[in-house]
């Protein structure tokens, strides 16, 4: 294993580890907070951005849902 820095947003609201696909994941909730978004530039705009890895692989996910929704969609992945 290695340590792999992620950096967090500056509109970052929240930010927790959660259990994806038998794997330790890191959750980001952004926007809504007086920050902006440089992607689509509306800072009421949540965003869930979701990190995990498998193997020698490291996941990604972005999405404009809740990010309990977010972890589920990972979850379903094959």
């Known amino acids: 294993h290695s340590t792999m820095l992620v950096p967090i947003p500056a ?3 929240s930010f927790s580890e959660v259990d994806v ?3 330790t994941g890191l959750l980001i909730t952004t926007g809504g907070t007086g920050g902006s ?3 689509f530039g509306d800072s ?3 965003q869930s951005l979701l990190l ?3 193997g020698e692989m490291v996941f990604t ?3 404009g ?3 309990t929704d977010v972890v589920e969609f990972a979850n ?3």
């Open 11 to 13: 509109n970052a609201a």
């Open 21 to 23: 696909r038998g794997t």
């Open 37 to 39: 978004s440089a992607r």
């Open 44 to 46: 009421a705009r949540q």
């Open 52 to 54: 995990w890895s498998e």
């Open 61 to 63: 996910l972005e999405a």
């Open 65 to 67: 849902f809740a990010s």
């Open 76 to 78: 379903s992945l094959k």
